[in-house]
C-alpha cells in the first residue's frame, strides 16, 4: 500500500499563488509515475498534471498550462503543485494520486492511478 498525504491548499486571492505538497509513505516512491487531479462541487473529477518516474516528463491539462508546475523529489518522497496566477473556478479539491509501482510512465487518466491521498481544498476568491 501507499499513503498520500496532501497539504498547502487554503483560501487565496485571484492572481495569488499556492504549492500544494504530497508526501507519500508506505512503498518506492521513486518508481512510478504520479498526477494531480482536482475536483469541485458539482463536478466530475478532472485530470490537473502528472508527471512520469524520474520528473522529466510532464502533462498538463489546458486549463492549467502555463500557470500550474508539477515537480517531484524521490529522495523526500515527495510530489508538489506549483500554482501561479490562480482563478476562482481553479476553486477545488485537489487529489493527489499515485500509479502502481513500477507503473512508471504518465496518465491523464483517474482509472490508471491505483492509490488517491484524501485532497485539500483550494479556494480562489473573486
Known amino acids: 500500500q501507499v499513503q498520500l498525504v496532501e497539504s498547502g491548499g487554503g483560501l487565496v486571492q485571484a492572481g495569488g499563488s499556492l504549492r500544494l505538497s504530497c508526501v507519500t509513505s508506505g512503498r518506492t516512491f521513486s518508481n512510478r509515475a504520479m498526477g494531480w487531479f482536482r475536483q469541485a462541487p458539482g463536478k466530475e473529477r478532472e485530470f490537473v498534471t502528472t508527471?512520469?518516474?524520474?520528473?522529466?516528463?510532464?502533462y498538463y491539462a489546458d486549463s492549467v498550462k502555463g500557470r500550474f508546475t508539477v515537480s517531484r523529489d524521490n529522495a523526500k518522497n515527495t510530489l508538489y503543485l506549483q500554482m501561479n496566477s490562480l482563478k476562482p473556478e481553479d476553486t477545488a479539491v485537489y487529489y493527489c494520486?499515485?500509479?502502481?509501482?513500477?507503473?512508471?510512465?504518465?496518465?491523464?487518466?483517474?482509472?490508471?492511478?491505483?492509490?488517491w491521498g484524501q485532497g485539500t481544498q483550494v479556494t480562489v476568491s473573486s
Open positions: 508527471i512520469n518516474w524520474t520528473g522529466g516528463i510532464k
Open positions: 494520486a499515485a500509479r502502481r509501482g513500477g507503473m512508471i510512465e504518465t496518465s491523464r487518466f483517474a482509472t490508471g492511478y491505483d492509490y
